[in-house]
């Protein structure tokens, strides 16, 4: 079993910066993926980054390279996204999952992650 509460949403400017982090809890933890999506009104939640259960590999949207880091800290469990260039289109409900399966290879699919965070809102304003 592993929980998730992120935190670090609010309103920025276009082209500013924010800083999600997410804080897990469970042993298993460091051993799972980890990745964030984002849901905007009225549209399907979307992948945005991912990072290995190592921290050794990570992958985002298109949308989102050059613009947006994530990392994680498995000695605090814990993952971070950090989005710079913020834009109107990033508005959006931000969740951390965590993949359903150890050790595994990084996926894109919300179907691979079954421990989700309550959300936080990131809003950019233009």
């Known amino acids: 079993q592993v929980q998730l509460v992120e935190s670090g949403g609010g309103l920025v400017q276009t082209g500013g910066s924010l800083r999600l982090s997410c804080a897990g809890s469970g042993r298993t933890f460091e051993f799972r993926n980890m990745a964030w999506f984002r849901q905007a009104p009225g549209k399907e939640r979307e992948f945005v980054s991912g990072v290995s259960w190592n921290g050794g590999s990570t992958w985002s949207a298109d949308s989102v390279k050059g613009r947006f880091t994530i990392s994680r800290d498995n000695d605090k469990n814990t993952v971070s996204l950090r989005m710079n260039s913020l834009k109107p289109e990033d508005t959006a409900v931000y969740y951390c999952?965590?993949?359903?399966?150890?050790?595994?290879?990084?996926?894109?699919?919300?179907?691979?992650?079954?421990?989700w965070g309550q959300g936080t809102q990131v809003t950019v304003s233009s």
């Open positions: 999952a965590a993949d359903g399966r150890l050790h595994s290879s990084g996926s894109y699919y919300s179907s691979e992650y079954i421990y």
